[in-house]
């Protein structure tokens, strides 16, 4: 048995009945999660004797503009015993933009929730310091969202002076 085959079982067992996907996207495993669940399948996953996926290299989301859940927040993980990488995505309708935060499994994840929240405007429920981390606090817009113009809005960001 490989170790696809270990994590698919492991995780079904780990979470019977719950809405869990497995599919394969360039040779590299994606686990589709209900976002209720976040934080649960992420501990387990990196504290599984078997499976220890303990590195936490990214989160990003994608913005499906005109879908029904609008976004997609998207976590790479890895894990070193094993060397396998996995993809955890979850889905989030624009009426409800927030997930919980799973700072408290990997402390590398919170930059990556912060640049998510600054660029998309999704909030991370029990982040430690959700705060933007490239434009100014007071920016109400967040600029990787379909919707915001290619060229910016005029004046909605005081630029430095020579």
């Given at each position: 048995?490989d170790f696809?085959?270990?994590?698919?079982?492991?995780?079904?067992?780990?979470f019977?009945g719950?809405?869990?996907?497995?599919?394969?996207?360039?040779?590299e495993c994606?686990?589709q999660?209900?976002?209720?669940?976040?934080?649960a399948?992420?501990?387990?996953?990196?504290?599984?004797?078997?499976?220890?996926?303990?590195l936490?290299?990214?989160?990003?989301?994608?913005?499906?503009?005109?879908?029904?859940?609008?976004?997609?927040?998207?976590y790479?993980?890895?894990?070193l015993?094993?060397?396998?990488?996995?993809r955890?995505?979850?889905?989030?309708?624009?009426?409800?933009c927030?997930?919980?935060?799973?700072?408290?499994?990997w402390k590398s994840?919170n930059?990556?929730?912060?640049?998510?929240?600054?660029?998309?405007?999704?909030?991370?429920n029990?982040h430690?310091?959700?705060?933007?981390?490239?434009?100014?606090?007071?920016?109400?817009?967040?600029?990787?969202?379909k919707?915001?113009?290619?060229?910016?809005?005029?004046?909605?960001?005081s630029l430095?002076k020579?």
């Amino acid at each position: 048995m490989d170790f696809r085959e270990i994590l698919i079982r492991k995780v079904q067992e780990k979470f019977p009945g719950e809405s869990l996907t497995f599919s394969d996207y360039k040779n590299e495993c994606v686990l589709q999660i209900d976002k209720k669940n976040i934080v649960a399948v992420c501990n387990f996953l990196k504290n599984d004797p078997e499976l220890l996926f303990e590195l936490c290299e990214d989160i990003t989301a994608i913005d499906w503009a005109k879908r029904k859940n609008r976004f997609t927040v998207v976590y790479h993980i890895y894990s070193l015993k094993n060397n396998f990488r996995l993809r955890i995505k979850t889905d989030l309708d624009e009426s409800d933009c927030s997930v919980d935060s799973v700072t408290s499994v990997w402390k590398s994840a919170n930059w990556f929730e912060r640049e998510s929240w600054d660029m998309y405007g999704i909030k991370f429920n029990n982040h430690p310091d959700l705060r933007r981390i490239y434009l100014p606090e007071d920016f109400e817009y967040h600029p990787l969202r379909k919707d915001f113009p290619l060229m910016g809005i005029p004046g909605s960001l005081s630029l430095p002076k020579k």
